[in-house]
């Protein structure tokens, strides 16, 4: 496998991530340990949670894995501080209260004495970036954190807190982490080239788009039980289109013409787009990372791009990735 630069850091990570979101959710401990194991057999070597998924127990899951198993020297370990984790008024955002609060709780959860990539889930419209910048400064002076980064960022916060690190002599934003998939390809306008220019990783968030490229949703069906659109409402449903499901047709088609599945090949193309570093892939089974795991040591044959550009152009989306974010102002519609 050839493992890949968290950014400029050096850091050497596996090119694919494994997402934490539904441990301790819709899959339960003993299955979400199961997959922590496969993953770590497959190589895969780089761990992404946060403190919201599934009230805190997706961190609990991953830290009793590691320290168990004593493989916490052996993972990059990422997790996530912004969503509301309480009733308080002081229980969310990126105030420097809440950041170093959080920090010590993920940290307990986790059962470690610091995070590898601690990340910022969404950026704040009211707190200014150097109030929650030094907040993480200290977090990575005391030993805590190694590396910052964030989650959902317009390009022009990203290139923000760049310019407040370096005016100020704080700790850097190392990474990025946005929605990207074959139907969303809106972070190619600006923010993929940023990252590419400076030195960021970017680790895509819902790389198959929610399932929509895994052939979840087929034109004229209901939504199958137990389906991520029958769990998360409106804000996931939104998402899907018409014009995202006759993509997966035709994703589905290639596939079976290389001898792969649909969420194979849709995976497939984005870890090897320009400037991602690991896609974070976020499986429910052990079945599901068995699909993925191939893939580790496949490459996307460059003469098919052609084939996905005619699909959705570069830079355009056919589904909305970014609904759940204020910031963003432009909606896709069918």
């Known amino acids: 496998m050839e493992y890949r630069s968290l950014g400029r850091t050096g850091v050497?990570?596996?090119?694919l991530c494994l997402g934490a979101m539904n441990f301790g959710g819709p899959t339960n401990e003993e299955d979400s340990l199961a997959i922590l194991r496969r993953a770590i057999e497959a190589g895969i070597?780089?761990?992404?949670?946060?403190?919201?998924?599934?009230?805190?127990?997706s961190e609990k899951i991953v830290g009793k894995f590691l320290k168990e198993g004593h493989l916490r020297d052996k993972v990059i370990l990422a997790t996530k501080v912004y969503s509301r984790v309480g009733d308080g008024p002081n229980d969310a955002g990126s105030s420097r209260y809440h950041i170093l609060k959080a920090c010590e709780d993920s940290l307990r959860r986790l059962q470690t004495d610091h995070i590898d990539l601690y990340q910022q889930h969404r950026p704040s419209q009211t707190i200014p970036q150097d109030e929650s910048l030094r907040a993480y400064d200290d977090l990575v002076?005391?030993?805590k954190v190694r590396y910052i980064g964030t989650s959902t960022f317009p390009a022009w916060m990203v290139m923000e807190g760049l310019a407040i690190s370096d005016r100020y002599s704080?700790?850097?934003?190392?990474?990025?982490?946005?929605?990207?998939?074959?139907?969303?390809?809106?972070?190619?306008?600006?923010?993929?080239p940023l990252c590419q220019k400076y030195g960021l990783a970017v680790l895509p968030w819902s790389p198959l788009a929610g399932g929509i490229l895994a052939g979840r949703y087929k034109p004229g069906e209901a939504y199958p039980e137990g389906s991520r659109a029958t769990r998360s409402g409106n804000f996931f449903t939104?998402?899907?289109?018409?014009?995202?499901?006759?993509?997966?047709?035709?994703?589905?088609q290639m596939a079976q013409e290389r001898g792969m599945t649909s969420s194979q090949?849709?995976?497939l193309w984005v870890k090897d787009q320009p400037g991602v570093t690991s896609p974070i892939f976020g499986p429910r089974t052990v079945a599901h990372l068995e699909d993925a795991i191939p893939l580790l040591e496949k490459k996307l044959d460059e003469a098919d791009r052609p084939l996905f550009d005619a699909l959705v152009h570069p830079g355009n989306a056919v589904a909305d990735f970014f609904n759940s974010n204020d910031w963003m102002k432009a909606r896709v519609k069918d």
């Open 265 to 267: 090949l849709g995976l």
């Open 238 to 252: 939104d998402r899907i289109t018409d014009k995202a499901k006759n993509v997966a047709l035709a994703l589905d």
């Open 170 to 192: 704080l700790a850097r934003f190392v990474s990025e982490q946005p929605p990207y998939n074959l139907v969303d390809r809106r972070v190619e306008n600006e923010l993929i």
């Open 141 to 143: 002076r005391a030993g």
């Open 12 to 15: 050497m990570v596996s090119p």
């Open 45 to 57: 070597n780089f761990i992404d949670t946060a403190n919201v998924y599934t009230g805190g127990e």
